[in-house]
């Protein structure tokens, strides 16, 4: 059974780090793109970063560069997120997603998120 | 950053109905968009990728159209599975950003 499970979550005070792990299981972990999505409470869905394949490039949403750090362990089929200086913006339940790529008959690559963990809570509060 | 903006943000239908959802890009995003569903407390799913395209697994009822800056999200025959809220994603480019959602209710 193909399977993301994240963990990491907790209550942290402001200007304080946390590091997000997924955990995944039942496919080619090093086959995908991966995706960090938050959610703050009663919100909408926010994209955070994502991660190649062997983790060579990545890229963040403008509110997180430089705070935040994705990472992958192609080795343990596990990606992180390290957060630091965090924020009371930044409290969210952190869902991990695996990006299947889609290709058209051009070669143009299409975004799918076609599998999510159960996401973790960040509160960030003193 | 790109902005999607959905409407409408919320909307009330009856099972069986037939329901519309838009999503405008602030530019021209080619045909690089995805529809999520939400249901309370849980993960969102895919439902569409590349504008029109179902994943795998997703009933009929779903369809998606549009490219460049105008898109739909169209379900046939409403089934009460399917009253959640629903995203818009565009992945033309950085940062990806999701439309603010469209909660649909039952009526």
């Known amino acids: 059974e193909v399977q993301l499970v994240e963990s990491g979550g907790a209550l942290v005070q402001p200007g304080g780090s946390l590091r997000l792990s997924c955990a995944t299981s039942g496919f080619t972990f090093s086959d995908y793109w991966m995706t960090w999505v938050r959610q703050a409470p009663g919100k909408g869905l926010e994209w955070v970063a994502n991660i190649k394949r062997d983790g060579s490039q990545n890229h963040y949403v403008d509110s997180v560069e430089g705070r935040f750090t994705i990472s992958r362990d192609n080795a343990k089929n596990s990606l992180f997120l390290q957060m630091n200086s965090l924020r009371a913006e930044d409290t969210a339940v952190y869902y991990c997603a695996r990006d299947t790529t889609h290709s058209d008959t051009s070669g143009h690559y299409f975004d799918a998120f076609d599998i999510w963990g159960q996401g973790t809570m960040v509160t960030v509060s003193s | 950053a790109i902005q999607m903006t959905q409407s409408p943000s919320s909307l009330s239908a009856s099972v069986g109905d037939r329901v519309t959802i838009t999503c405008r890009a602030s530019?021209?995003?080619?045909?690089?968009l995805g529809w999520y569903q939400q249901r309370p407390g849980k993960a969102p799913k895919l439902l569409i990728y590349?504008?029109?395209s179902l994943q795998s697994g997703v009933p009929s009822r779903f369809s998606g159209s549009g490219s460049g800056t105008d898109f739909t999200l169209t379900i046939n025959s409403l089934q009460p599975e399917d009253f959640a809220t629903y995203y818009c994603l565009q992945d033309y480019n950085y940062p990806r950003t999701f439309g603010q959602g469209t909660k649909l209710e039952i009526k």
């Open positions: 590349a504008a029109s």
């Open positions: 530019q021209g995003i080619r045909n690089d």
